[in-house]
């Protein structure tokens, strides 16, 4: 199946313009066609290609569309906007590889034309956790997924685990403002160590890298001793982050399966945030108690 809006099945086309790519997407649609969305900021790894496999595995004749797209609203003073990896012909390999269709590479004058001063705000909890200390991300990120939202119309989109908290806010805006849309949180894809894939994993120096894997570490024996309740979990993973004395804590917390308040029994998420040198990590795993 082709169109004369820019689609060939079974090949990768790319679209800078929104309107070019939402004209496409909506002609599928129509067509009867389900549209599978991975918004992404580019560096592709590991993590990236296995949200494209969820997404093509989506019941029906799914196409799938990759966004790349570095998201100036979601950067705060001092962050690496400007040193971000932007490997955009290697992400296009990447798409190629993975059997994605559509890729949409906006400008950022595209998504923020002047005056375009309007933005999502993230409610509560875009101000704990990653919002405690990255005012107004949460917000930025939100305004650039309700954006692809509309362009892309997708029937689903796909976010990592990894972002948990981002995962759970996105999940929140499609039920508060009724997109009419599914989002899928996809598992956290790790290393062979357990650290978790990250664009940001690039800028570890090799001896930060080899002491990155105690994030990993911590949160799965934190889990490991739920039975326990909440306070020895959290106990128990601060012993094993405290045997890395280059690592400076961000925060580690014990939350419900929705980030609120701990359960007594049940779902739960075990979350840590840190910096090794200049490079801030995060990670979460499932916790029942």
Not at 95 to 109: A, H, N, S
Not at 209 to 223: I, P, T
């Amino acid at each position: 199946m082709s169109t004369r809006n820019g689609y060939v099945a079974g090949q990768v086309t790319v679209h800078s313009e929104p309107t070019r790519l939402a004209t496409v997407t909506r002609a599928l649609r129509g067509a009867g066609r389900k549209i599978a969305l991975v918004p992404t900021m580019g560096a592709l790894h590991e993590g990236h290609r296995e949200l494209i496999r969820h997404a093509r595995r989506v019941p029906g004749a799914v196409v799938p569309v990759v966004s790349i797209f570095v998201n100036p609203l979601q950067f705060g003073a001092g962050e690496d906007l400007e040193s971000y990896p932007r490997p955009l012909e290697d992400d296009l390999e990447t798409c190629r590889e993975e059997g994605v269709e559509l890729v949409l590479t906006p400008q950022v004058g595209h998504m923020y034309p002047p005056g375009a001063d309007t933005r999502i705000t993230a409610g509560p909890l875009g101000d704990e956790l990653e919002g405690a200390t990255r005012a107004g991300h949460f917000s930025g990120m939100l305004t650039v997924v309700s954006k692809l939202f509309h362009i892309v119309a997708p029937d689903v989109a796909m976010f990592g685990e990894k972002d948990f908290q981002q995962l759970v806010l996105v999940k929140k805006m499609v039920r508060d403002l009724d997109f009419p849309l599914s989002v899928v949180g996809v598992p956290t894809v790790r290393e062979s160590d357990g650290l978790a894939r990250s664009s940001r994993n690039v800028y570890l120096s090799e001896q930060d890298r080899a002491r990155a894997a105690v994030l990993s570490r911590a949160l799965v024996e934190g889990s490991g001793v739920s039975a326990a309740g909440p306070q020895a979990v959290l106990d128990r993973a601060r012993e094993v982050l405290a045997t890395e004395p280059a690592l400076d804590l961000d925060y580690l917390e014990l939350r419900g399966a929705d980030l609120g308040p701990v359960p007594e029994s049940g779902d739960a998420r075990l979350l840590v945030a840190a910096r090794l040198g200049p490079t801030r990590l995060i990670d979460n795993v499932a916790v029942t108690l």
